[in-house]
């Protein structure tokens, strides 16, 4: 039954070591989306897939990268956490864009930076 | 670019009263609007959206919002709290065209008192 489904639930990594935070879909949507929330704040998109057409959000970092190798999985690669990395990490997807289509969240991956 | 002002971070209710969280939101086209609900350590959940049909819009667990052009606004409410209903409530906006992507509101953290 569940839809949008991210791996792990929490995740403890130590500054500067790199980690993946993975998302699957049973919806077989084609967009899917990574926001970042940390604490008390709203969620911040990082950037989107359209299919296979990554889409970078202006201000998201650059040690911040993104994969999807097929239509149900996507990945977000922290090159070299630090700090301020730590948050929430939430995976969304939506049927198509534009048009209001409402977009399916995950449970969130909460990361930890040591 | 579009944005979404969330008035009162935090609101708190008796069990038993109305609730009434606000969003006006910035556009000069009417965008979509969605109201999604967190709760502790999960992902966002979709509450309701307005897409430019009816405006007075009903959306799950007893909550409606009703989209007023003239005020800019698109304000959240439900006749009676329920204990279950404290929780974490983002008002969000996307664009009529591109990448349906979300803006969200800084959110505002509902209490519900016995």
């Known amino acids: 039954d569940a839809m949008v489904i991210q791996n792990p639930r929490y995740q403890v990594t130590q500054f500067g070591k790199p980690v993946t935070l993975s998302c699957s879909q049973t919806?077989?949507?084609?967009?899917m989306y990574w926001y970042q929330q940390k604490s008390s704040q709203a969620p911040k998109l990082l950037f989107h897939?359209?299919?296979?057409?990554?889409?970078n959000e202006a201000d998201t970092p650059d040690n911040f990268q993104s994969r999807r190798p097929n239509t149900s999985f996507c990945f977000l690669d922290i090159r070299s956490p630090g700090l301020g990395d730590a948050a929430m990490y939430l995976c969304?997807?939506?049927?198509?864009?534009?048009?209001?289509?409402?977009?399916?969240f995950g449970p969130g991956t909460r990361l930890t930076v040591t | 670019a579009q944005s979404v002002t969330q008035l009162g971070s935090h609101v708190s209710v008796s069990e038993g009263a109305l609730v009434l969280l606000r969003c006006n939101y910035s556009?000069?086209?009417?965008?979509?609007l969605f109201w999604y609900v967190q709760y502790p350590n999960q992902g966002l959940q979709l509450l309701l959206k307005?897409?430019?049909?009816?405006?007075l819009v009903k959306g799950i667990n007893g909550f409606e919002a009703e989209f007023k052009k003239s005020e800019t606004s698109f304000h959240l409410t439900k006749p009676s709290a329920h204990m279950s209903d404290a929780a974490e409530y983002f008002c969000?906006?996307?664009?009529?065209?591109?990448?349906?992507?979300?803006?969200f509101g800084t959110g505002t953290r509902l209490t519900v008192i016995p």
């Open positions: 969304a997807t939506s049927r198509d864009a534009g048009q209001g289509y409402e977009q399916y």
């Open positions: 556009s000069s086209v009417p965008p979509y």
């Open positions: 969000a906006v996307s664009e009529q065209t591109g990448a349906n992507n979300l803006f």
């Open positions: 897939y359209y299919d296979k057409d990554f889409n």
């Open positions: 307005y897409t430019s049909a009816a405006t």
């Open positions: 919806l077989n949507h084609n967009v």
